[in-house]
């Protein structure tokens, strides 16, 4: 299963974005917090469940800077997964998203294609939100 967010501009330097990402531990700034628990992180990995759902681990294991963040399901996940964030610069500003590549069965799919789009989607506008001017 594959699943792309929104792109979205966000106001600073690709590095500066980049460099923000890259740490695991603020990852917890860019989701839902009303709707996780049990979050765990440090420099590479982090880990939390999404509220009436599963754990989320991710693992980092591969950074090209300041373009992509590769991540990869941790070993409680209910199902393998890689998850790419693509940084692009355009004209000083940074265009973000987020692809999604899971070994998900059908079954499983009806269940997490939607949550999974509106979280990767959230993910994209709070990192909008939080480099915004205004925040």
């Known amino acids: ?3 792309d967010s ?10 500066t974005v980049f460099d923000f990402l890259i740490n695991c531990e603020n ?20 880990s939390f469940k999404i509220q009436g759902g599963f754990m989320i ?3 980092q294991i591969e950074t090209v800077s300041p373009n992509t963040i590769v991540m990869k399901s ?3 996940a209910p199902f393998s997964f890689t998850l790419t ?6 004209n000083g500003s940074t265009e973000g998203m987020i692809a999604f590549d899971g070994d ?4 499983m799919k009806m269940l997490v294609e939607k949550p999974l789009t509106n979280l990767f989607n959230y993910m994209i506008h709070k990192t909008q939100k939080y480099f915004s001017p205004e925040n």
């Open 1 to 3: 299963m594959k699943i």
């Open 27 to 46: 990852l917890y700034h860019i989701l839902p917090q009303d709707k996780m628990s049990d979050w765990e992180a440090n420099a590479t990995s982090c």
């Open 104 to 107: 998900v069965n059908m079954f």
């Open 85 to 90: 964030v693509q940084l692009t610069d355009v």
């Open 74 to 76: 941790g070993e409680k």
């Open 57 to 59: 681990p991710l693992v």
């Open 6 to 15: 929104n792109k979205a501009i966000v106001e600073a330097p690709i590095q």
